[in-house]
């Protein structure tokens, strides 16, 4: 799962994802990430999303996107 580049994931609000243990990885290589109700507050920490060109949380639980700064060099559209 390394070089996936475009990961989209729909679910309905009350159809979502259910992820207990938190998320610990998603692949720095992505350059598309869409997540319908994406369930947890924050993404993984070690996800470095310098290749990311559109991020879309729409209807999520985010809070901050992750702890701390990251560079989003690519970044061309966010609905978080």
Not at 6 to 26: E, M, Q, S
Not at 50 to 64: F, R, T
Request: with cysteine; glycine share 4%; hydrophobic share 40%.
């Amino acid at each position: 799962m390394c070089n996936l580049k475009t990961l989209k994931i729909n679910w309905g609000l009350y159809d979502a994802v259910h992820l207990p243990d938190g998320l610990d990885y998603l692949p720095n290589e992505l350059r598309y990430l869409h997540w319908d109700c994406y369930p947890l507050e924050e993404l993984p920490s070690c996800f470095n999303p310098v290749n990311l060109v559109e991020l879309d949380l729409a209807h999520s639980s985010i809070k901050q996107l992750w702890d701390g700064r990251k560079c989003l060099p690519k970044l061309k559209w966010l609905n978080a």
